[in-house]
C-alpha cells in the first residue's frame, strides 16, 4: 500500500516554501504520494507571473495584484528580508553550496507529478482567476482538501 503526504501551504514566503517543496520531492523520490494545498498567501508560490491579469478586478482585487509577490521567485524571506537584501544573500549561499533555488524545487515537483491544489475561497477573497494559476493547479474547497488529508499517512502545515 503506497504512502501518502499532505502539505497545506499557507506560508507565502521563499524559506518556507523552500522547506515544502524540498519534502514534496524527497516523498515522490521514495515513491510517496504527495498532494500539496496552497491557501492564502501560500497561492503566491503557484502564481504564473506571464499569466497574471487586472482585467475585470475590484480595486482591491488590482491592489492586491500590484503589491504582492508575482510568482516564487519574488517571495521574500520569513526572517532577515531586508528589502530583498537577505533572501539575495541566502540564495548567493545557496549556490556556493550547489544547492537549488527554490524555482527548480518548483519545477522538480511539476515533473514529478505533486498533485497542486488551491483553495476556493482564497482564490477568491484575494481575486485571482483560475487562468492566473501554474496550469498543475487545480482548485478546490475545504470539503476536498479535507477529504484528501483523512486519506493521508502524514500532514503538515506550512
Avoid at 517571495?75 to 553550496?97: A, H, Q, T, V
Wanted: glycine fraction near 6%; charge should be negative; hydrophobic fraction near 45%.
Amino acid at each position: 500500500m503506497a504512502k501518502k503526504l499532505n502539505l497545506l501551504m499557507f506560508s507565502g514566503e521563499y524559506d518556507k516554501a523552500m522547506a515544502g517543496l524540498i519534502l514534496a520531492n524527497a516523498a515522490r523520490d521514495i515513491e510517496v504520494e504527495v498532494t500539496m494545498f496552497f491557501a492564502f498567501w501560500g497561492l503566491f508560490l503557484v502564481r504564473d507571473p506571464e499569466k497574471m491579469t487586472l482585467e475585470d478586478k475590484t480595486i482591491y482585487e488590482k491592489l492586491m495584484d500590484v503589491i504582492t509577490p508575482k510568482g516564487p521567485q519574488q517571495l521574500p524571506l520569513s526572517r532577515m528580508n531586508f528589502s530583498g537584501l537577505g533572501r539575495m544573500m541566502l540564495e548567493e549561499m545557496m549556490e556556493d553550496n550547489n544547492a537549488p533555488k527554490l524555482i527548480h524545487f518548483l519545477k522538480g515537483a511539476r515533473k514529478k507529478n505533486i498533485k497542486f491544489y488551491a483553495c476556493k475561497l482564497s482564490v477568491e477573497i484575494m481575486g485571482f482567476k483560475p487562468e492566473e494559476f501554474l496550469p498543475e493547479v487545480e482548485i478546490i474547497d475545504a470539503s476536498a482538501y479535507l477529504k484528501d488529508a483523512l486519506e493521508s499517512d502524514m500532514q503538515l502545515f506550512i
